[in-house]
């Protein structure tokens, strides 16, 4: 099994920062795919940053120049700094990662519970 743990999201004021962690757990054999999606009222859940293992970083236009997204490969760590931030950009932010595990030959989608992010004066 593989646990995701998010945590750093909160309220903030337009124009500020938060910065989001991604941790994942398990038996976990390798990771192709590590990102962050997030859902508005009325809207499909829609990737904001991902990270492949061939190095593509892969943004939605909306974020392009304000969020960033890293990995640390020996921790099963994705980060998501998030700079300039607009009321626009309030949502619950989901990690998700593309996973094999040990004993396993097939590559999974896993999820976080999601944590949100709140911009507003």
């Known amino acids: 099994q593989v646990q995701l743990v998010e945590s750093g999201g909160g309220l903030v004021q337009p124009g500020g920062s938060l910065r989001l962690s991604c941790a994942a757990s398990g038996s976990i054999f390798s990771i192709t795919f590590m990102g962050w999606y997030r859902q508005t009222p009325g809207k499909q859940r829609e990737l904001v940053a991902g990270s492949t293992s061939g190095g593509t970083t892969p943004y939605a236009d909306s974020v392009k120049g304000r969020f960033t997204i890293s990995r640390d490969n020996a921790k099963n760590t994705v980060y998501l700094q998030m700079n300039s931030l607009k009321p626009e950009d309030t949502a619950p932010y989901y990690c998700?990662?593309?996973?094999?595990?040990?004993?396993?030959?097939?590559?999974?989608?896993?999820w976080g519970k999601g944590t949100l992010v709140t911009v507003s004066s």
């Open positions: 998700n990662i593309v996973a094999r595990t040990f004993g396993s030959s097939n590559y999974v989608n896993y």
